[in-house]
Every structure is written in C-alpha cells, then in structure tokens.
C-alpha cells in the first residue's frame, strides 16, 4: 500500500525556508503534533465495534464533503478507513509558487497531495488511509470533457473489474458496517466522483457474495450504504447567508436547484452533527492548501455563517434499513443508527 514515489519538493521535510503552502502544511502538521496523540493505529478491525468506509475520488474531497463526519466518529473510536481513488494529479492549483507542479509543467501535483491529504487524515484523527490499488493506480481524470479523460492511466479508463476487487479487497479486510461515496451523478458531474460511486456500488454487493473473487478475502456484506448530500434547502440557506453576509458566491445568480449540486430534502435521511469538529475539519482543510484557498469561501463559510452549513453533513441511505429518527425533520443523526453488529 506504501509503494515508493518519486521525490518531489514540498513533501520531505519541512524545514527551511518554506512557501505559504507549504507553512501552511506545516502548521497543519504542528497543530497536530501539539495536540494529543491518538491511539497508535489499531489494524485489528474486529476490535472496534463501528466501523466506517469511505471511498472519495481526490485528496480533499474527503475534507470538504465529509471532514467533520470522519473527525466525529474517529474521536468516538470507530475504525475510520478512507479510501481515495486517484492522487488528484489535475487539481486547480490557488498557490501560484505551486504552479510549477502542474501536469503541463513539472506534473508533481500528486505527489504533492500524498502529503495533503495525508497531513489531513492527521488533523482529522482518521489513521486508515488508502489509495485504491495502492498510490498512482489510477490517475486523476480532469473534469468532463477534457482530455484528461481520455488518458489510459485515468480513473475514468480504468477496467471496473480490476478496481472493483481492489476495492472489494478493501471492505473484507476492514468490515465496515458503513459504507459512504457519492450519488450517481457524482455529486457534481466529475468524471472521477461518478467512477468512484460505479466502483463503490459494485464492490458493496461484490464484497457479500462468496462466488466472488475469493481472493480477495472472506465475504463481508455491510449493512448500509449512503451517498453523501447537500439538501437544497440547506444549500438555499448557505447561499442567503453567504450573500447577506457580504461574500461573493459562485452561481450568486442562480437558485439552489439551477447549481445542479443539491438533493431535494426528502431525499436526505440522515444528518451527522459534526460541529464539534468543526476545528479538525478546517485543519484538515488548510492541510490541502494547493486545492483551498485559505482567502477564499470555504474559509470565509468556516469563520462564520456556516458553523452549521459546514458542521452538519448530510446523507441518502440508499441500501440497509433506516435506523430510528433522532430529530424534528425525521431524519437519522448517526451513520450506525439501527446496526446491531
Ligand atoms: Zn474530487
């Protein structure tokens, strides 16, 4: 799982002078060290009575969509393994001292989020990180339409048997009773985030079924299955707030339905209050530093209107059995609600 890579500035020691970026990886990683330590990683995944799977396509994503999720239930002791599809070699890149990582120039940007990504697990306190099919499997398609896609190393080229067993392996070792990725539309239309829901929805079934792929392991079935989602009733509210607030919104023009991101309310059945997390998640956020620009909204949303809007992450239970509500709207508040085993 830890095959070597090339060396590339910015993830060796960081010492010397160092780029905001990279300060910003830095202090990340301080604030982590000057906090308690956790446990140290426990690989017994019996041992820990909930345990969560979640298959994200890039470094980030995880932070972004589901940071505070991953913070609150690695701090409740749960087994939290994270699985990322691809190194996000084509991210937009906000630093410009990190430019030169580009795909078209020193095409480092990769390598550069191992050590993200891996600074961001640190600060959310989630230990089990991996690639599927171990790091540089698959490479980061590029949005729709670009010629990323088209590239044989591309996630969204990739051969869905080959990286439904990596996944499949993935789920016998940890026996998650939880697993999570995104809808079907990928939450936004990303050629990585659609092939990261196909390969999650084969492998969630595939994993149960003892006629497959023995190899890889003893059959698990989990128990449930969620897609992550925005409600757009909240997605109105963030927009209403970021607006009245004075910050300039993306699609500021457009209605919470016309951005094309949100669920419709009825949809979403779960919601995880997170906000006590709210502190890890945005350490984790500063930890992508080459992805989010710490001037930019996600920040701005951080520090103020959107302690709720960042802190509460919702979630469409589309397989297993909904567990009991918890709250007024009927909807779950844990992930684990109703799973016994
Ligand atoms: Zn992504």
Request: charged letters at 25%.
């Amino acid at each position: 799982m830890t095959a070597p890579l090339p060396d590339e500035p910015g993830t060796g020691e960081l010492v010397g002078d160092l780029s905001p970026a990279e300060d910003a990886l830095a202090q990340a990683a301080e604030a982590v060290d000057s906090a308690e330590q956790t446990e140290a990683v426990d690989m017994t995944p019996l041992d820990h009575p909930h345990r969560l799977l979640l298959v994200h396509a890039h470094p980030d994503d995880e932070t972004i969509g589901t940071g505070a999720t991953m913070a609150r239930y690695a701090a409740e002791h749960a087994l939290v393994t994270l699985v990322t599809c691809t190194l996000g070699e084509l991210g937009e890149i906000v630093v410009p001292e990190l430019e030169h990582l580009a795909a078209d120039r020193d095409d480092g940007l990769g390598q550069h989020r191992v050590g993200e990504l891996a600074a961001a697990c640190e600060a959310m306190r989630v230990t089990d990180h991996r690639f599927l099919g171990g790091p540089g499997r698959w490479r980061d398609s590029g949005m729709m339409g670009t010629k990323g896609n088209e590239d044989p190393r591309a996630f969204w080229q990739a051969d869905m048997n080959e990286a439904t067993i990596e996944l499949v392996r993935v789920i016998r070792e940890v026996r998650p009773q939880v697993v999570v990725t995104y809808d079907e539309r990928g939450g936004y239309g990303h050629p990585d985030h659609i092939q990261a829901h196909r390969v999650t929805m084969a492998a969630f079934d595939a994993a149960g079924d003892p006629g497959y792929a023995p190899e890889a392991g003893e059959p698990w079935q989990a128990a449930k299955l969620y897609w992550t989602a925005i409600p757009l009733r909240v997605l109105q509210q963030g927009i209403d707030a970021m607006q009245a607030a004075g910050h300039e919104v993306p699609f500021s023009s457009a209605t919470a339905e016309e951005i094309g991101v949100g669920v419709p309310d009825e949809l979403v059945t779960t919601a995880v209050d997170g906000r006590g997390q709210l502190d890890a998640k945005v350490a984790a956020m500063r930890a992508h530093a080459s992805q989010i620009a710490t001037d930019g909204m996600f920040f701005a949303l951080a520090d103020g209107v959107g302690q709720q809007a960042f802190g509460v992450e919702y979630y469409r239970l589309v397989r297993g059995e909904r567990g009991p509500a918890a709250g007024p709207d009927g909807r779950e508040d844990d992930l684990f609600a109703g799973v016994t085993s």
